[in-house]
């Protein structure tokens, strides 16, 4: 089961959608280092449909049926130099859909809060963690200011420098203050 969005209603959706095309113009939309080539065509559409009418579950069981990520990958060691293949992790499409779905939430919270004249969104944790972070357990409940969130979410595909959402499997998100 994914993430439980406490503010994802109508106008979130459509603010969603708009980061979403927002990365599309600019080229700043995220693939997964798993996608197959072909993928790049179907997983905006799938990602646009997703923000507007699923969810972060839809988005996974999508990329799982058309098969968007590779199942092999490689890496090269780093003592022998030798390229060594691997499988690909049973749960990467759950994880990248439910990575990519709450990056696009939190923008849209972050400039649902900005026009509204407030300044920050709260952090909580929008699903149960396997083993909870002690890091992750001590961002529960802050305020985080939005404009700098969203500025870095905007620029940055790799972890946020406040550390929300918090990574693979972190289950932390933002609601409305």
Same mark, same amino acid.
């Given at each position: 089961? *994914?993430? /439980?969005? $406490?503010?994802?209603?109508?106008?979130?959706?459509?603010?969603?959608?708009?980061?979403?095309?927002?990365?599309?113009?600019?080229?700043?939309?995220? &693939?997964?280092? &798993?996608? /197959?080539?072909?993928?790049?065509?179907? &997983?905006?559409?799938?990602?646009?449909?997703?923000?507007?009418?699923?969810?972060?579950?839809?988005?996974?069981?999508?990329?799982?049926?058309?098969?968007?990520?590779? $199942?092999?990958?490689?890496?090269?060691?780093?003592?022998?130099?030798?390229?060594?293949?691997?499988?690909?992790?049973?749960?990467?499409?759950?994880?990248?859909?439910? *990575?990519?779905?709450?990056?696009?939430?939190?923008?849209?919270?972050?400039?649902?809060?900005?026009?509204?004249?407030?300044?920050?969104?709260?952090? &909580?944790?929008?699903?149960?963690?396997?083993?909870? /972070?002690?890091?992750?357990?001590?961002?529960?409940?802050?305020?985080?200011?939005?404009?700098?969130?969203?500025?870095?979410?905007?620029?940055?595909?790799?972890?946020?420098?406040?550390?929300?959402?918090? *990574?693979?499997?972190?289950?932390?998100?933002?609601?409305?203050?």
């Amino acid at each position: 089961m *994914g993430l /439980r969005f $406490e503010n994802l209603d109508d106008e979130t959706r459509k603010l969603m959608l708009a980061e979403v095309e927002l990365d599309l113009k600019t080229g700043e939309l995220n &693939y997964s280092r &798993y996608m /197959r080539p072909i993928a790049k065509e179907p &997983y905006p559409v799938l990602l646009k449909e997703s923000v507007s009418k699923h969810n972060d579950d839809w988005l996974a069981a999508e990329i799982k049926t058309a098969e968007l990520l590779e $199942e092999k990958t490689s890496r090269t060691d780093k003592k022998t130099g030798k390229v060594i293949e691997q499988d690909v992790r049973h749960d990467a499409h759950i994880q990248f859909a439910e *990575g990519e779905f709450n990056r696009f939430y939190i923008r849209a919270l972050c400039v649902r809060t900005l026009a509204a004249g407030k300044k920050a969104v709260q952090v &909580y944790r929008a699903k149960e963690a396997k083993e909870e /972070r002690p890091q992750s357990q001590a961002l529960i409940g802050k305020e985080v200011d939005a404009a700098e969130l969203l500025k870095d979410l905007r620029g940055n595909k790799a972890e946020s420098i406040y550390k929300v959402p918090g *990574g693979p499997g972190s289950g932390l998100s933002v609601r409305l203050t």
